[in-house]
């Protein structure tokens, strides 16, 4: 595959509670774990929402040109994504994801099909497939 983009981020710091940022500048962000995982949590962000951020954003990108390519008009649609991190029980962890996606204006089999296609296109869900539980769910 040859690249037609390439994004580029440096983390420094103490790890997931340090700092992250692209190397155009846009994102410059301080990184917090979340409390559940012993962190401190707060209004900081975490490996996980910006995981969860470029998923939903890729995968809704994928819905709306799936869409197109059928000919379907698509409006007020969003994609949910939930990214979960755990323990893998090989002393590692991983990660489980859980994709909602709001579909108004056509029926439920049109959906359905549409969600399932997008889940074809996405570059994150074909980075994902095989590694990552993912589940597709229709709001």
């Known amino acids: 595959m040859e690249a037609v983009y390439t994004a580029s ?9 340090g700092h992250t940022r692209s190397s155009d500048g846009v994102l410059d962000l301080d990184l917090a774990v979340p409390k559940e995982m012993g962190g401190p949590g707060g209004a900081l962000t975490n490996p996980e929402q910006l995981f969860a951020a ?6 809704h ?12 008009t698509l409006t007020d649609t969003a994609i949910t994504v939930d990214v979960g991190i755990g323990p893998n029980g090989q002393g590692g962890f991983g990660l489980k994801i859980a994709i909602e996606a709001e579909i108004p204006g056509v029926d439920e ?9 997008a889940h074809q296109v996405c570059p994150y ?7 990552v539980e993912v589940d597709l769910n229709l709001a």
Do not use: H, M, P, Q
């Open 109 to 117: 089999t049109t959906a359905r099909e549409l969600l399932e296609a």
């Open 61 to 72: 990108g994928a819905l709306k040109g799936v869409a197109r390519a059928k000919k379907i």
């Open 54 to 59: 470029g998923y939903a954003a890729c995968f």
């Open 125 to 131: 869900s074909n980075a994902t497939r095989g590694n």
């Open 9 to 17: 981020a440096t983390a420094t710091g103490d790890a997931r509670n």
